[in-house]
C-alpha cells in the first residue's frame, strides 16, 4: 500500500520539476574538473629563465607555486603564478624546455599523457617527455623561515644593478652587507685581497657592526626592488616588489655580527 508521505513526496517532486524549482530544494552536486591544459604568460616564462639559472631541472607541482633550488641547496627560490599547474611533473633541462616553447608564438600546452606535454600551436605540434623526478633535485616540502631578523634594507634595481656590474667590471667575487658607522652599505670586493679594488652604496642605517657576505655568483636573481632581510645565522631572504617572487640565499661562513 502506498503511504500519504509517499504520494505528498510524489507530488511534491512532480510539482517542482514541472515549475522548475527541483533544482533549488535538490540541488546537483557539480565536480569542477582540473583542465589539462595551460598557456604560460610571458611573466611565467621571465620568472623560469631565471629559474634555469639556479637548476638546469624543475619540478612542478601542481597548482600556482614554483620552486627550486640550486644542487649546493644554497640558493632556494619560490614564486607564484598567475596559471594554474594541471599536474605535477618534471624537466630535466628547463633551458631546452623553454627555447622549444620559444619556436611557437603563444603555445597550448597539452598534458593529457602522463609520459610527455604536448607543445602545440596551429598546425605545430611537439611533443617533450616528463624527467623522473628522483633525478631532481627539489627545494623541502616544508616552508623556510629565517631563525632571526637581524638586519633589514631596501635594495633598488639601479642599486642592484651598478653592483654588480662594478663586480664584473672589477672581477670582484664577495658581495656584503656591511653595518659600522651608523649606516648598512652593500659593498662588492675580493675579502682575499687588501689591495684589491671595490665599490659600496649605502641602502639603510644600524647601530650594529657586522659583515654579512655572498658569494657574487650566488646573486641569481631576477632585476628589481627587493626588501632584504638578513639573519646572522648565515640565511637571507629577498622579496621582490615587482613580482610574487622571494629567494633564500645562504651567507658565507667568514661572516660576523657584533
Do not use: C
Not at 530544494?25 to 582540473?34: C, H, N, S, V
Not at 650594529?208 to 646573486?219: G, Q, R, Y
Amino acid at each position: 500500500m502506498i503511504s500519504y508521505l509517499h504520494m505528498v513526496n510524489a507530488w511534491s517532486l512532480a510539482y517542482e520539476t514541472l515549475y522548475g524549482d527541483m533544482d533549488k530544494t535538490y540541488p546537483i552536486i557539480k565536480m569542477k574538473l582540473r583542465p589539462k591544459t595551460m598557456k604560460i604568460s610571458d611573466k611565467t616564462l621571465t620568472l623560469l629563465k631565471n629559474f634555469s639559472n639556479i637548476n638546469q631541472s624543475i619540478l612542478f607541482k601542481q597548482g600556482k607555486e614554483l620552486r627550486t633550488i640550486s644542487v649546493m641547496k644554497n640558493i632556494l627560490a619560490e614564486a607564484t603564478i598567475e596559471e594554474d599547474v594541471p599536474k605535477d611533473f618534471g624537466i630535466y633541462d628547463l633551458n631546452q624546455f623553454l627555447n622549444g616553447l620559444a619556436l611557437h608564438q603563444k603555445p597550448g600546452l597539452d598534458f593529457e599523457n602522463e609520459s610527455y606535454v604536448v607543445i602545440k600551436e596551429g598546425r605545430m605540434r611537439s611533443k617533450y617527455f616528463f624527467a623522473d623526478p628522483k633525478v631532481i633535485v627539489t627545494p623541502p616540502e616544508k616552508d623556510i623561515t629565517l631563525p632571526s631578523e637581524d638586519v633589514s634594507f631596501t635594495v633598488s634595481t639601479e642599486q642592484l644593478d651598478k653592483l654588480l656590474k662594478a663586480a664584473a667590471i672589477y672581477q670582484l667575487p664577495d658581495l656584503s652587507a656591511v653595518g659600522g658607522d651608523g649606516v648598512v652599505k652593500l659593498l662588492v670586493r675580493d675579502k682575499k685581497n687588501d689591495t684589491s679594488n671595490d665599490f659600496s652604496i649605502v641602502v639603510g642605517e644600524t647601530d650594529a657592526t657586522f659583515s654579512l657576505n655572498f658569494k657574487v655568483e650566488n646573486i641569481k636573481i631576477l632585476p628589481g626592488t627587493y626588501d632584504v632581510v638578513m639573519s646572522k645565522k648565515l640565511l637571507s631572504r629577498f622579496v621582490s616588489r615587482d613580482y610574487n617572487l622571494k629567494y633564500y640565499i645562504a651567507l658565507e661562513p667568514d661572516s660576523t655580527f657584533e
